[in-house]
């Protein structure tokens, strides 16, 4: 019995990792982009876990209700970026991103908040809301 027992755990220790995220970690980067309006982005793979899932749709939400008005004005966005598409591969590419990520971009400031979406998104929603209003509202010198 014993023996059954160690023998699960080394193929979950073995196998795990495969199934896992392959999120980014925190960071600020320059880009070199000129634009005054603030882009959240999500970038992921065609499959996605419940997580993954949720981490897009908590930003997104945040993001629509923390600046509804700014969202209709075009000033703030939310967008959701496959990096297995074309044309998400070239958006991925211009922000230097090769995984799947959650990042707060404003002309050349970029900031990956990829492990607080990750952390947050599921267990302390309201946490990841307001670590991207401190974000954006950073970004937006409000």
Known sequence: MKIKALRFILAMVI???AFSCNAQSSQE????TQ?????????H??????????VELQAKTDIETLYPELVKAGKVSFIAVNIEEKEGQSIADRLGVNGQALIIVKGEQKINIT?????????QPEKLK?????????????
Do not use: H, W
Not at 29 to 32: D, R, S
Not at 45 to 52: K, P
């Open 115 to 123: 492990n607080e979406g990750f952390l947050y998104a599921v267990s």
């Open 45 to 54: 793979f065609n499959a996605r876990c419940v997580t993954c899932q949720t």
């Open 15 to 17: 196998f795990l990792p």
């Open 130 to 142: 307001s670590i991207i209003k401190e974000k954006v509202d950073g970004l937006m010198d409000l």
């Open 35 to 43: 634009s005054d309006k603030v882009e959240a982005y999500y970038f």
């Open 29 to 32: 980067v320059a880009v070199n």
